[in-house]
């Protein structure tokens, strides 16, 4: 039923969002295909907590992205100051790196967030390892400490 | 007021646009397949990062600046997933990453 409401509510505010046209048969068109969409979800048995992640509220948006952003940033200043450099410094490296989320949004947010990263791609995932090209030394032993695994691992387990 | 978002969007565009040009020199210089994502890493985020909060700035508060935060939302999460699906085949198709080093244990 949870998972219901939040779908059923995203998708309404999509449409309000994306529409712009307030009259009264517009937004009785997106309520009727908001309602279409989350019955034709229940019947399919798709609605989860990967559809609808709702057990993980707005933390991501609050705690994280803020994080991860300057990390991203930092980085790619990093890397597009290597590329213009004539020698090139780069030391490519591979790592495997343990990945600590129970759930499996948890981890898909953990190796996407090191692929967003310029410098490391995740290039192989099993079980609870995820194998890491990087372009540099300082950016696989980045990801061997394992910050950016405790901060997603939080998100999942609010302290 | 306006001179000012003007400059600071102008700003967002011009770097935006400079790292997506660094990011394309990356794909071209960098020495193997797995390094070169790397450089289309750049072009991926900051390039497309900067031009869109660019645009937000000239959009202003309005529901322009609400799609393009949604597109923004969209590439972030379809960008490193594309990528991670490309580097995987790559990897168990047998195109063995160059490394100058292997670590430990691995």
């Known amino acids: 039923m949870k998972h219901s409401l939040a779908l059923g509510t995203t ?4 449409w309000l969002l994306w529409s712009g046209h307030y009259t009264p048969l517009l937004i009785g068109c997106g309520l009727v295909s908001c309602l279409l969409v989350v019955l034709l979800s229940r019947r399919m048995e798709i609605l989860d907590e ?6 993980l509220g707005l933390r991501p948006f609050i705690y994280y992205a803020p994080w991860l952003v300057k990390e991203i940033v930092l980085a790619n200043i990093d890397v597009a100051w290597r590329i213009l450099q004539p020698r090139m410094p780069i030391q490519p490296t591979i790592v495997r790196v343990k990945a600590s989320q129970q759930g499996e949004i948890g981890r898909v947010i953990f190796a996407n967030s090191i692929t967003l990263t310029p410098g490391t791609v995740s290039i192989d995932m099993e079980g609870d390892i995820i194998t890491v090209h990087a372009l540099t030394r300082e950016a696989a032993e980045f990801e061997e400490s394992g910050e950016m695994d405790r901060r997603v691992t939080k998100l999942e387990v609010p302290d | 007021m306006e001179w000012f978002v003007n400059i600071v969007s102008g700003l967002c565009l011009v770097i935006g646009s400079l790292f997506a040009v660094i990011g ?5 210089r960098l020495p193997d397949f797995y ?3 790397h450089g289309a890493g750049i072009t991926d985020t ?4 900067l031009i869109l909060v660019g645009l937000m700035f000239q959009g202003g508060f309005s529901l322009v600046t609400v799609k393009l935060l949604m597109i923004l939302c969209v590439l972030l999460t379809t960008s490193p997933t594309a990528s991670h699906a490309l580097a995987k085949s790559a990897l168990h198709f047998g195109l063995e990453p160059r490394v ?3 670590e430990a244990g691995s």
């Open chain 2, 46 to 49: 900051m390039g497309a990062g």
């Open chain 1, 11 to 14: 998708l309404f505010g999509v």
């Open chain 2, 35 to 37: 390094t070169r994502m």
């Open chain 2, 24 to 28: 394309g020199l990356g794909v071209l």
């Open chain 2, 100 to 102: 100058v080093e292997k």
């Open chain 1, 50 to 55: 990967e559809t609808a992640p709702v057990h």
